[in-house]
């Protein structure tokens, strides 16, 4: 009033904490609904009797800075974890497909036929911090038959069955004689021959760039790519866990 500051929700005199005062809403400009008749006879949406869906504070963002969508991406990491963490049962083994998975599903051939991949040191980290701070089983469970499957799998310290046509006979095979209940197992796959897999255990992941066959079974996608970061990204997700999600 006149360039002058004046309270409209507490007296100065005597200032509340915020949350002793009376509740305040602010409109948050997302859903509306109400009966097209009075719509119609009123001209706007607030006729008749008005009720409020409150949502969280955390949900109140509006994006019109560079700062509000960092602010954004902050909650929405955190809440990723959480909802992470809800759907994941007490892991006793996670298996891998090797290729889109721990790589990029790539394969680079030389003049001679020679073949080589591309692999993330971060998820080799990833997976050595799993080995060395969790008694989580650690399979790789692949179709390809070129060695570099198994000389990845040697470099990383990790049980490898490759040249597998049938996917889901191995890996019961595999769970029974390990001693592994199937419904604690995470299976991450990237394609359409994991699919059996991927429905089989107790949780499927895929990495962001799956194929959709893949995409459409997974209980959880990451939002990073394969060999390139997907695999890190889950190894952070499981060793922020309580020691609870994994048991022996």
Known sequence: DGGEATAINHDQSFRLRRQDREKQYQETGSIYVMR????????????????????????????DEAVDLT???????????HSFRAICP?????????????????VYVDQNGG????????????????????DLRLLILSKERNPVVAARADKLRILCLQGVDDKVTALR?????????LAR??????DANDQECMRLVG????????????????NWVLQNRGGRGAIRELA?????MDDARIAP
């Not at 008749?37 to 949502?55: A, I, M, P």
């Not at 602010?71 to 974890?81: F, G, I, P």
């Not at 073949?115 to 969790?134: A, F, P």
């Not at 952070?236 to 922020?240: A, I, K, P, R, V």
């Open 36 to 63: 097209v008749d009075g719509f119609r006879r009123s001209g706007n949406r607030f006729f008749g009797k008005t009720v409020l869906h409150v949502v969280p504070e955390e949900r109140l963002l509006e994006i």
């Open 71 to 81: 602010v954004a991406e902050a909650l929405m990491q955190a809440r990723r974890s």
């Open 90 to 106: 007490p892991l006793q083994a996670m298996v891998m497909d090797f290729d889109g998975v721990l790589t990029d599903n790539l």
């Open 115 to 134: 073949e080589s991949v591309s692999c993330s040191r971060g998820d080799g980290l990833g997976l050595e911090m799993l080995r060395s701070c969790t």
């Open 173 to 181: 095979r595999w769970s029974a004689s390990e001693g592994v209940d």
């Open 185 to 190: 197992v995470i299976y991450v796959g990237n």
């Open 203 to 218: 949780i499927a992941v895929a990495p962001a760039d799956a194929h959709p066959t893949a995409l459409r079974q997974a």
């Open 236 to 240: 952070d997700h499981l060793l922020e």
